[in-house]
C-alpha cells in the first residue's frame, strides 16, 4: 500500500500528536516537512521527524514556496491562525488536516467551505472524539436503527481541575479578546459536533444559552488574598494555588512552561519558579485576568422537534463527559471515561412496559493516545482514506462539520444577548 506523505504546520502538542502516528506506523505515514513560527519547536520537530534543515520553514508561506511535494497537511497552528493558514494551503493546492476549531466565526467558517470546493482541495476538521471507540460505537448503534428516531441527547462535560485552571483561567485561552475564542468553541466544540454527528438526521435549527463567569472573579478571593500565590497566606488551603497545581503536579508542562523558551528536559526548577513570578501562572486564579466564563448550558432544537442540551462546567474534581440518549425504541446511557454504555431497549413483557439492557464495552484500543484513542484513530482512518478515497462515519468532509460550529457560534450570540438564535439566520446552505 502507498505510504503517506504529510507535511505538520504548527508544531506544539497537538500537532506532533498527530504527526507522531509516523512515528508508530512508520510503513503507513511519512512526515516530509515541518513548519513553525516557534523556533525551538519547529527545532525540535525536525530533529523528532528525522528531517534535513531545508525541510523545516519558518511560515505557511516558505512552506508553500518551497512547492513540498505531500498528501495533505496537518494545520496544528492556534486558533487564529487556522484561518489564514489553511486558506492560504488550500488556495495552494494542498488538501488540509485542520484542528478544531475551525474559526471563530461563520464568515471564515463558510469561506473556507467555499475555498475547499472551488479548489478541489479536501478539508477536514479534527474533530477527534468522533474517532474514539465510545463514541463511534454509540454511532453505530444509532445508525443501525438500535433506538428508533433520536428524540432527545443531554450531555455533560465536566472539564477537571488542572486542565481548567492551566488552560482557561491563567493559560492561553483565558481570555476571548486575546485567543479569539469562547470556552464553548475552545473547548468544547468537540460536544457539539457529536450532538449533531450522532442527532444528523435532522439538521439544528435553533439554539439558546446561558453561561457566566461566576467563580474565578475577584469578589470570590478569600480576605488578604495577593496578586500572586507564591506570597500568599491561602496557598497551602487554597484550591485554585499555582504552586500545587503547576508547580508541584506540573500537569500540563508543555503547555505552562512554553513560555520560558527552553526544551522541557533543559527546564529546571528554578527557572520554574522565576517564570511563575512575572508570568500569568503565578497569579491568584480569582484575579487573573480572564473573561472566559466557566460554566455554560446549551440548548439545541432540531428541525424535526428533537432536542440536545450541554452542560459545561469548569475547574471540577472529577473530569468527565456523560452521554444519555433518548429514541422511539430505546435508550444510550455511558460515561466516555468508563469506555462503556448501557444500551435499553423497550420491551413490553407480561402487559407491563420494561427494557432490555445490553453492557456496551468500548475498552479496547482506547488506551492509545490521548481523547481515548481518538488522537490515534483519526490519523488511521486518515492515512486509508488518503489510500483509498473512502470516507467512514466519524472522517468526512468540511461540509459535516458546519452545522456543529454553527450552533457555537448561535450559543454565543444567545449567551451574550439574552435571546433564542435560529440558524436560518446563517447562511449554511
Not at 142 to 166: L, N, P, Q, W
Amino acid at each position: 500500500m502507498k505510504k503517506i506523505k504529510a507535511a505538520v504546520l504548527g508544531c506544539g502538542d497537538r500537532g506532533c500528536i498527530y504527526a507522531d502516528y509516523a512515528l508508530r506506523n512508520p510503513n503507513e505515514l511519512e512526515i516530509v516537512a515541518v513548519a513553525d513560527t516557534n523556533t525551538l519547536h519547529r527545532e525540535e520537530a525536525r530533529v523528532r521527524y528525522s528531517l534535513p534543515p531545508e525541510r523545516a520553514f519558518d511560515s505557511v508561506e516558505a512552506l508553500i514556496a518551497a512547492g513540498i511535494a505531500c498528501d495533505i497537511v496537518i494545520d496544528a497552528t492556534m486558533d487564529e491562525a487556522h484561518y489564514p493558514t489553511a486558506m492560504a494551503l488550500l488556495q495552494g493546492g494542498y488538501d488540509v488536516l485542520l484542528e478544531k476549531p475551525v474559526c471563530p466565526n461563520e464568515k471564515e467558517l463558510l469561506d473556507l467551505r467555499d475555498a475547499a470546493h472551488r479548489n478541489g482541495r479536501r478539508l477536514i476538521i479534527c474533530h477527534v472524539l468522533r474517532y474514539t471507540p465510545f463514541y463511534s460505537a454509540v454511532k453505530k448503534a444509532i445508525d443501525a436503527g438500535k433506538i428508533g428516531r433520536v428524540r432527545s441527547i443531554e450531555m455533560t462535560e465536566h472539564v477537571g481541575m488542572a486542565h481548567f485552571i492551566d488552560s482557561f483561567v491563567r493559560g492561553k485561552w483565558k481570555s476571548e479578546k486575546e485567543c479569539g475564542s469562547g470556552l464553548l468553541l475552545a473547548k468544547c466544540c468537540h460536544d457539539v459536533d457529536l450532538m449533531c454527528w450522532l442527532g444528523d438526521a435532522s439538521r439544528p435549527a435553533r439554539v439558546t444559552s446561558l453561561g457566566f463567569r461566576e467563580n474565578f472573579v475577584p469578589r470570590n478571593a478569600p480576605a488578604g488574598a495577593t496578586e500572586r500565590c507564591f506570597d500568599c497566606p491561602h496557598e497551602k488551603t487554597c484550591h485554585y494555588s499555582a504552586v500545587k497545581i503547576h508547580l508541584e503536579r506540573d500537569t500540563m508542562p508543555f503547555q505552562t512552561w512554553a513560555g520560558i523558551g527552553k526544551p522541557l528536559d533543559a527546564i529546571t526548577r528554578e527557572d520554574k519558579i522565576e517564570y511563575m513570578k512575572h508570568s500569568a501562572y503565578g497569579l491568584c486564579a480569582y484575579n487573573s485576568g480572564g473573561d472566559i466564563v466557566d460554566n455554560q448550558n446549551v440548548i439545541v432544537a432540531f428541525e424535526n422537534g428533537s432536542m440536545g442540551t450541554l452542560n459545561l462546567v469548569g475547574a471540577c474534581a472529577k473530569p468527565e463527559r456523560y452521554l444519555h440518549i433518548v429514541g422511539t425504541d430505546g435508550e444510550i446511557e455511558g460515561v466516555f471515561e468508563k469506555n462503556e454504555f448501557e444500551l435499553r431497549i423497550f420491551t413490553r413483557k407480561n402487559d407491563r412496559y420494561s427494557y432490555d439492557t445490553e453492557t456496551v464495552s468500548t475498552l479496547e484500543h482506547s488506551e492509545i493516545g490521548k481523547h481515548g484513542g481518538g488522537d490515534n484513530e483519526i490519523m488511521r482512518q486518515l492515512v486509508e482514506y488518503l489510500r483509498t478515497g473512502r470516507p467512514t462515519a466519524s472522517l468526512t468532509s468540511i461540509d459535516t462539520s458546519i452545522d456543529g460550529h454553527l450552533c457555537v457560534y448561535a450559543a454565543e450570540i444567545s449567551r451574550k444577548e439574552g435571546r433564542t438564535v435560529a440558524l436560518s439566520e446563517f447562511e449554511r446552505s
